[in-house]
């Protein structure tokens, strides 16, 4: 149960222009504006290139928009839920990392990490990585 509510926390708080997008608080220029300052951040960090940074922005966008989609099907269970949006996470994953190498994926994901840290405090990340560890 407790890995289960860890899940849905991370995918429903995955990033903060999904919380936001949800309650409806961003225009579609406001979304691109994000979209433009994510690739950024991802050329800037990673040092990738523009297109290899637009590809990992779509892919980030894309899963957001199929966990939302997915979380507001009313028709399936919770459980159902959970298994798609599993799913969904290590397509994402595993797409992102063939599109970098080894060394920047770690990178990436160490930065992911620290944006979700930030965004949403310590004590949850260190509940993830708890039944991460469990699993």
């Not at 599993?86 to 063939?98: A, H, M, P, R, V």
């Not at 840290?117 to 708890?130: D, E, H, L, T």
Request: charged share 35%.
């Amino acid at each position: 149960m407790k890995k289960i509510k860890v899940l849905l926390s991370a995918a429903l708080l995955f990033m903060a222009v999904a919380s936001q997008a949800q309650r409806g608080q961003m225009s579609p220029e406001k979304m691109a504006e994000f979209k433009t300052k994510y690739k950024t951040t991802l050329q800037d960090s990673l040092k990738i290139a523009e297109p290899i940074a637009d590809s990992i922005a779509n892919i980030d966008f894309a899963y957001q928009a199929s966990t939302r989609e997915l979380f507001q099907n009313q028709d399936l269970s919770r459980e159902d839920k959970m298994a798609k949006m599993k799913e969904l996470k290590e397509t994402k994953d595993n797409t992102i990392k063939g599109l970098l190498p080894d060394a920047t994926y770690e990178k990436y994901l160490s930065m992911e990490k620290n944006r979700m840290k930030a965004r949403f405090g310590q004590g949850q990340m260190r509940r993830r990585q708890q039944d991460d560890s469990n699993d």
